[in-house]
């Protein structure tokens, strides 16, 4: 079944204790991203990377780090998280072209910092 | 930066009615502009999307109007349906510049039986 998978799906952690969420894709999709999503505030992009090894900052990347050493995966490091940090995080997988921008969406990772 | 602003926030309309959701953007690089339809728990997924080369798409009972010159784009749900009821978002992504995608802030609609 082609999905994109995120663990884990619930954390509590507490203020500075380093994480990370990862992500992984089976369509061998070129790329990938991580969102965000807050009340009133939408989906807002944190990082997105076109291939393995090439990543670029979307529109909160501070406090937020990641990689794309292999093409199936895209982890997301909090080095040290911080309260405003709480929220439902979601990982995209998309192919690239000209007509098919699809993006799909893992089922989210739901993290609250203390 | 770069926004999309997406109205209303939230939206009550009777079973067998019209959903209308708006969207407005900013950046005429954007090119893409796909609709997301998210349930409770779950990630977003694809309803609906259109570049700017047409004005109108429609797929079943769900129809994006899009006008280049205002810079707006609407989706319309004909027939709104009790298991219609989630939150949509719209979004935006220029030619150029990789996949920035800018996502509305959602709507969430309920229709009620």
């Known amino acids: 079944e082609a999905q994109v998978t995120q663990n884990p799906r619930y954390l509590i952690t507490v203020t500075g204790k380093k994480l990370t969420v990862t992500c992984s894709q089976n369509m061998n999709h070129e790329y990938m991203s991580w969102y965000r999503q807050d009340p009133g505030l939408g989906l807002r992009q944190i990082y997105y990377s076109m291939n393995v090894e090439v990543t670029d900052k979307g529109d909160v990347p501070e406090g937020y780090k990641v990689s794309r050493k292999e093409k199936r995966n895209f982890p997301l490091i909090l080095e040290s998280p911080s309260p405003n940090q709480t929220s439902l995080y979601f990982c995209?997988?998309?192919?690239?072209?000209?007509?098919?921008?699809?993006?799909?969406f893992g089922p989210g990772t739901r993290l609250t910092v203390l | 930066q770069q926004q999309v602003k997406q109205s209303p926030q939230s939206l009550i309309v009777q079973k067998g009615g019209i959903s209308i959701i708006n969207c407005a953007y900013e950046?005429?690089?954007?090119?893409?502009f796909p609709w997301y339809q998210q349930f409770p728990g779950k990630g977003p997924a694809l309803l609906i999307a259109?570049?700017?080369?047409?004005s109108e798409k429609k797929e079943g009972r769900f129809t994006i109007s899009f006008n280049k010159s205002a810079k707006q784009f609407s989706l319309h749900i004909m027939d709104s349906q009790p298991g219609d009821s989630a939150t949509y978002f719209c979004?935006?992504?220029?030619?150029?510049?990789?996949?920035?995608?800018?996502f509305g802030a959602g709507t969430r609609l309920f229709v009620k039986a």
């Open positions: 950046n005429t690089a954007f090119d893409y």
């Open positions: 259109i570049r700017p080369d047409v």
């Open positions: 995209a997988s998309s192919y690239i072209g000209f007509s098919d921008n699809e993006q799909f």
């Open positions: 979004a935006a992504s220029p030619k150029t510049g990789g996949f920035k995608t800018i």
